[in-house]
T-cell receptor, first 114, second 116 residues
Framework: DTAVSQTPKYLVTQMGNDKSIKCEQN?????MYWYKQDSKKFLKIMFS???????INETVPNRFSPKSPDKAHLNLHINSLELGDSAVYFC?????????????FGQGTRLTVV | AQKITQTQPGMFVQEKEAVTLDCTYD???????LFWYKQPSSGEMIFLIY??????QNATEGRYSLNFQKARKSANLVISASQLGDSAMYFC?????????????FGTGTLLAVQP
């Protein structure tokens, strides 16, 4: 039983295409996130949703559009893909609130734009 | 300003020895949490250990312990009796208090290699 699952695991696509990454969590968490891990392994938050509402948008280009149909799902749609979008994208979830809530991560989606 | 600093890009340790991975943080919030995650070569992010800013004792989880020095703003991870399977990237992270808008902020990571 995977707690946070994201699909696909690998995604290779051409510049200019539009693609989506799906994420689902079965932990009953209220908060979900998207993180981007670049080629130097740095992890940076992109978005955070709490109960389907956008809470954090870390100055991500508007080609990236998250969608949360319900609190168990947070999908990431990317328009007009660019070479610089190549990275590993992680979905995560946590309980809402406090400083003591760890985040549980999906297995990551390695996006390669050619 | 960098909130989480990991100054060791890479570390080597002999199997069965202990190793300390450094992490310093910067916050003015009195309420915060510190976390360590492991990322093996397979790519997944595995939560290891948590330390709260108000915790009086250092956190321990099996072979992992956190050397929390609040005045120095450091939260070093100690792995005892290293195993080959400990070879991975290790990330220190912090979450400040404050409700739904708080987020996990990560350091740049330390790549640990355990040698037989």
């Amino acid at each position: 039983d995977t707690a946070v699952s994201q699909t696909p695991k690998y995604l290779v696509t051409q510049m200019g295409n539009d693609k989506s990454i799906k994420c689902e969590q079965n932990l009953g968490h209220d908060t979900m996130y998207w993180y981007k891990q670049d080629s130097k392994k740095f992890l940076k938050i992109m978005f955070s949703y709490n109960n389907k509402e956008l809470i954090i948008n870390e100055t991500v280009p508007n080609r990236f559009s998250p969608k949360s149909p319900d609190k168990a799902h947070l999908n990431l749609h990317i328009n007009s893909l660019e070479l610089g979008d190549s990275a590993v994208y992680f979905c995560a979830s946590s309980r809402a609130g406090g400083e003591n809530t760890e985040a549980f991560f999906g297995q990551g989606t390695r996006l390669t734009v050619v | 300003a960098q909130k989480i600093t990991q100054t060791q890009p890479g570390m080597f340790v002999q199997e069965k020895e202990a190793v300390t991975l450094d992490c310093t943080y910067d916050t003015s919030d009195p309420s915060y949490g510190l976390f360590w995650y492991k990322q093996p070569s397979s790519g997944e992010m595995i939560f290891l250990i948590y330390q709260g800013s108000y915790d009086q004792q250092n956190a321990t989880e099996g072979r992992y312990s956190l050397n929390f020095q609040k005045a120095r703003k450091s939260a070093n991870l100690v792995i005892s009796a290293s195993q080959l399977g400990d070879s991975a990237m290790y990330f220190c992270a912090m979450r400040e208090g404050g409700g739904a808008t708080n987020k996990l902020i990560f350091g740049t990571g330390t790549l640990l290699a355990v040698q037989p």
